[in-house]
């Protein structure tokens, strides 16, 4: 008995291989959209900086997502959901990168910005320094890192109760209220300043987006284990058929190409529900995308947290080149070397960063993993 009971496992593997290439895709679309804004600033670009709306609001999605579904697989395998090993992973995960962002922005290059800024960094509020326009444009890519942290603070949280449809509610309902919040706010935000500046700090505060994440996820998961009866589970299933997320695929780039010209109010969530949708299907064991499974693709993903936090440093550089070395008529090798160059060296930048100081942290991660994306690490276990 007590060899048997040495050989269960204390990790289980789970890893969609297919959301790498997602994290790819949504941080390449942040740094293209970011290229085109910083090489030309006098320039109406609206579009492009859509572009980059767009992967941050896949990113989001993503979070939720994935987030979600391993609290609930935790839940499922272990009876129960470890918030201190939760929070230390997010730690272990998140905060070295970032910390060392802002010690380098802050303190080393650019080396400026306010004390507000770098106390509301510090502690976790950069999307607030963002709305205030107090984070230098070199590293302003942080404040998304801290809305997700928050979002972290509570979520958690709503998975220690014992019925994962009583889960579905309160995911719900929270998304629900935001929704309306942002209606409102939205509709009367002309009318004060402060509700002018309260809109402003809303979009920039996505629970919204990640909840539509955490709801998707839900979702699948109950498909799996069969927690509850889900009225719309007809509905639901048609998104393992694969000419429905083909119509589905084309419906969501025909709304991208919409939304990149075109800025749409609360536009967002409906590509959250897009992204979150879409997801589902790519989750299916079997369900492999050559674009998104290929190796390039999948390691830009493993490396996309550096990719993101990190690419305004080498556009910088680029730039710099560019407007004082290469001829000003010279336009068309102008592009070609901002936007191959920063790419490149984004990579490399990342990679140096992923393997050299992130993986480090990642390492001492695994300690608290319970369902791990490594399935060498649940074995050994």
């Not at 740094?31 to 579009?47: C, F, K, M, P, R």
């Not at 090993?85 to 400026?112: D, M």
């Not at 955490?214 to 009866?229: E, Q, S």
């Amino acid at each position: 008995m007590s060899g048997e009971a040495a050989s269960v496992p204390k990790k289980a593997y789970l890893y969609f291989s297919n959301l790498d290439g997602i994290r790819a895709i949504a941080a390449l679309m942040v740094v293209l959209s970011h290229i085109q804004l910083q090489g030309n600033q006098h320039q109406d670009v609206t579009e492009f900086k859509n572009f980059g709306k767009i992967g941050v609001t896949i990113f989001f999605t993503l979070s939720g997502f994935l987030i979600s579904y391993l609290l609930l697989e935790e839940k499922k395998r272990f009876q129960k959901v470890s918030l201190k090993h939760f929070y230390i992973r997010r730690i272990l995960r998140i905060w070295p990168l970032y910390f060392l962002l802002i010690a380098v922005g802050f303190f080393l290059y650019p080396a400026k910005g306010s004390m507000h800024a770098l106390w509301l960094s510090v502690f976790l509020m950069p999307n607030v320094a963002f709305c205030m326009k107090l984070l230098p444009d070199m590293f302003d890519p942080i404040w998304s890192i801290g809305v997700e942290e928050q979002f972290y603070i509570f979520h958690p949280h709503i998975f220690r109760q014992k019925k994962v449809q009583n889960i579905l509610y309160t995911l719900t309902g929270i998304l629900i209220v935001l929704v309306t919040l942002n209606l409102i706010v939205r509709y009367y935000q002309y009318q004060s300043h402060f509700l002018l500046n309260l809109d402003q700090f809303l979009y920039f505060t996505r629970f919204d987006d990640m909840m539509i994440g955490a709801i998707v996820a839900l979702l699948y998961f109950n498909t799996k284990n069969n927690c509850f009866t889900f009225r719309f589970q007809a509905a639901f299933n048609l998104l393992f058929n694969r000419y429905f997320q083909m119509a589905l695929s084309g419906a969501f780039i025909a709304f991208i190409c919409l939304f990149v010209y075109k800025e749409i109010a609360q536009g967002d969530l409906v590509i959250s529900a897009f992204s979150a949708l879409i997801m589902v299907y790519l989750c299916e064991p079997g369900n492999t995308n050559a674009f998104l499974g290929n190796k390039v693709v999948t390691y830009c993903g493993k490396i996309s947290y550096g990719i993101y936090l990190l690419h305004k440093y080498p556009l910088m550089l680029m730039l710099y080149i560019v407007r004082n070395y290469i001829h000003p008529a010279s336009t068309f090798w102008q592009v070609v070397i901002v936007y191959l160059g920063t790419i490149i060296l984004v990579i490399i930048l990342a990679s140096i960063s992923y393997f050299g100081f992130e993986r480090y942290f990642l390492r001492i991660k695994g300690r608290f993993q319970k369902v791990t994306q490594t399935k060498q690490a649940a074995i050994s276990e």
